[in-house]
């Protein structure tokens, strides 16, 4: 006989199986319908349309807008799969739209480097919509089944081997609705969050509170953009010990907080290769506590405060490269991670201009395609060196002595530029006086002595290392030096401080100094084709027994008052002068000699001056050899052959 099998249940709607069923007596039985449920959750999610709480496993569909206009909860033993190219467009509900992964729940972001997945609002703006928030059974200082301060949810327990699932490649956008006057919702909240989760290639832009905020657990972060978040960038607190592996992090709007924010006990969470550029100062990295880290590769750019160490907890808590964090330095070491990295973000803003600020003593390589403002001192201290490629312009905001470039004893320079791209320093107006100059303080011998103090900025210089090395400079154009210091005292466009023979300085110009061109305080560095235009005081100036060499020197007066041409002064270390032209149009002083300073110059043409040679403090004319005899102080000077400039293109290169 034929048994008819009715499974009647109480929803509304219903799915309907066909199942062939066979008979004792071998006919053909007719298909027996099984009617199953399907939860409101699942139709709405047909229709692509996410709210409620999902109960069992589901596949969100690739490339499809789902519209996420309330809360959707995740429960524990459900897993959510978002396969590459789904959109969640979260409607514009503050606290009430939000996505949870409730502990013991699982979430599969599968997205790929050309088709992530992306939540956001439509607008993308802060504050829009909550975020996305996950719930381990990790451990947290909070304790076990602790209470998260969004949605109340239960996190927290004993497995920090806890798997909540899985993320790749997605981009979150507006998030941060405010919960009350203490909390908001984070771009990614990860409550507890174990080890077994993988999360990698994340993007969080323009949240309103933090971008990544991690409380307790064991879960780490790999490849991370987090842009222009209004609190913290990331945030971590109750004992997270994970890691975060390379992340860019950018700041252009101001009143953020900080980039990082650790807080409570310090679970020695690690970060390597960090990234952080601000365009409007704040605070970069910050220590409520007792927390603390360990980082290593750390790049931070114009921020105003580097190191935080908010509540006074010890320094020592927080390891950066190796030693314990210092708040003198600005941490602009050599950046691995750039926003070039991240080609599947599309960024809300274009960072043209940075700011060019701090003291560093590790590697920094400035970037050709960035305009550096640079607003007050930048120093470079010993370990450290300042890698500038061809075609970087740094622009000196008219800030006088405060403004300024120093390159400490035992740290490096390296200016890259090219004849097609040269690098250029210069204020905007580049008029004499602007701001203070470049520089470089070694170790080579002077008459000052070992670790004599000089009269800009108090650096020390001087040793015994005459073929210290400083680095290289080449094709530089500097513009508008020379801050007045004092009465007596005043910057150049570039001071050489003991600066050794190891050091490579080769196609210089500088123009429009309030004082000196280049001036050296001893040492034994030696140049090459320096080009210098109406610096008001001595073009090229030395002292302190400096015993180098230049070849190739083309200076050029053309605004009246200007002291010389040449100023040697103290002990004459007979440094060498080969191919020199010098011409003026407005008469003046060329070639001055005080004390007992000289100097042995070959092809030599002297144009323009009403004074030739200068023996100021009645030094003898034999301290300077010109062309193989004593200097005179009636012949001519024109005997030689002027340096040939017109090839020079890159000399009066501007911003």
Request: net charge negative; proline share 2%; with cysteine.
């Amino acid at each position: 006989m034929k048994k008819l099998i009715f499974k009647f249940l109480s929803t509304v709607t219903f799915s309907f199986v066909l199942i062939s069923l066979t008979t004792s007596c071998g006919s053909d039985e007719p298909p027996i319908i099984i009617e199953e449920p399907v939860s409101e959750v699942i139709k709405n999610l047909n229709s692509g349309v996410m709210n409620g709480s999902l109960n069992e496993n589901f596949t969100l569909n690739a490339n499809t807008i789902y519209n996420l206009n309330s809360s959707f909860i995740i429960e524990s033993g459900v897993t959510l799969t978002i396969p590459a190219g789904t959109t969640i467009q979260a409607s514009n509900g503050g606290t009430d739209v939000y996505i949870a992964v409730l502990k013991g729940g699982k979430i599969d972001v599968q997205g790929t480097e050309s088709s992530p997945v992306l939540m956001s609002s439509a607008s993308g703006n802060p504050g829009d919509w909550g975020g996305l928030t996950i719930c381990g059974d990790a451990t947290t200082s909070a304790g076990v089944d602790a209470q998260a301060e969004v949605g109340g949810f239960i996190y927290g327990g004993s497995n920090d081997a806890d798997n909540s699932g899985s993320i790749n490649y997605l981009i979150i956008k507006g998030t941060g609705a405010q919960i009350n006057a203490d909390s908001q919702y984070n771009g990614i909240s990860l409550y507890a969050v174990g080890s077994g989760t993988s999360i990698s290639n994340v993007a969080v832009i323009n949240g309103s509170d933090d971008g990544i905020e991690f409380f307790g657990g064991t879960v780490s972060v790999t490849n991370s953009y987090l842009e222009n978040n209004e609190d913290d960038s990331i945030d971590w607190t109750e004992g997270w010990n994970g890691s975060v592996d390379n992340a860019y992090i950018s700041h252009t709007i101001a009143g953020f907080s900080t980039v990082f924010e650790g807080d409570k006990v310090n679970g020695n969470p690690k970060f390597n290769n960090i990234t952080a550029i601000s365009t409007v100062g704040g605070t970069a990295l910050q220590f409520k506590k007792q927390s603390g880290a360990t980082i290593t590769g750390l790049s931070l750019t114009g921020y105003d405060t580097s190191i935080d160490m908010k509540d006074g907890g010890p320094l020592a808590n927080v390891i950066i490269e190796g030693v314990p964090a210092d708040p003198s330095l600005s941490y602009t070491s050599t950046a691995v991670v750039t926003a070039a990295d991240f080609g599947w973000v599309t960024s809300d803003v274009s960072i043209t201009t940075l700011p060019l600020q701090g003291t560093i003593a590790s590697k920094v390589t400035l970037d050709p395609s960035i305009l550096y403002i640079l607003s007050s001192s930048y120093i470079v201290q010993a370990g450290g060196e300042l890698i500038i490629p061809a075609g970087t312009k740094i622009q000196a905001e008219a800030g006088g002595t405060d403004v300024y470039i120093a390159i400490l004893k035992g740290a490096k320079i390296d200016v890259q530029g090219t004849a097609e791209n040269p690098v250029v320093i210069s204020s905007t107006s580049a008029l004499g006086g602007d701001w203070g100059g470049l520089t470089i303080c070694g170790d080579a011998s002077t008459s000052a002595g070992i670790d004599a103090q000089a009269e800009v900025g108090g650096f020390i210089y001087g040793g015994s290392n005459d073929t210290d090395n400083s680095g290289a400079i080449k094709y530089l154009v500097i513009k508008g030096t020379g801050a007045q210091i004092n009465a007596d005292s005043q910057y150049n466009g570039i001071s050489l401080y003991a600066v050794g023979s190891g050091t490579t300085i080769e196609n210089i110009s500088v123009i429009n100094g309030a004082d000196d061109g280049v001036e050296f305080f001893g040492g034994t560095v030696s140049a090459s084709n320096l080009y210098l235009e109406n610096n008001e005081d001595d073009s090229v100036d030395w002292t302190e027994g400096w015993n180098g060499t230049i070849t190739n020197t083309y200076i050029s007066h053309t605004v009246a008052g200007f002291s010389t041409a040449f100023e040697g002064d103290k002990v004459n270390g007979n440094p060498q002068f080969v191919n020199l032209t010098v011409i003026s149009t407005v008469g003046g002083t060329a070639l001055q000699f005080k004390k007992q300073s000289g100097g042995t110059i070959t092809n030599i043409w002297l144009e323009g001056y009403d004074t030739n040679i200068d023996m100021k403090d009645g030094g003898a004319l034999s301290n300077v050899q010109i062309d193989g005899t004593d200097a005179s102080t009636t012949a001519d000077y024109k005997t030689g052959t002027k340096v040939a400039v017109s090839s020079w293109t890159w000399k009066s290169a501007g911003l």
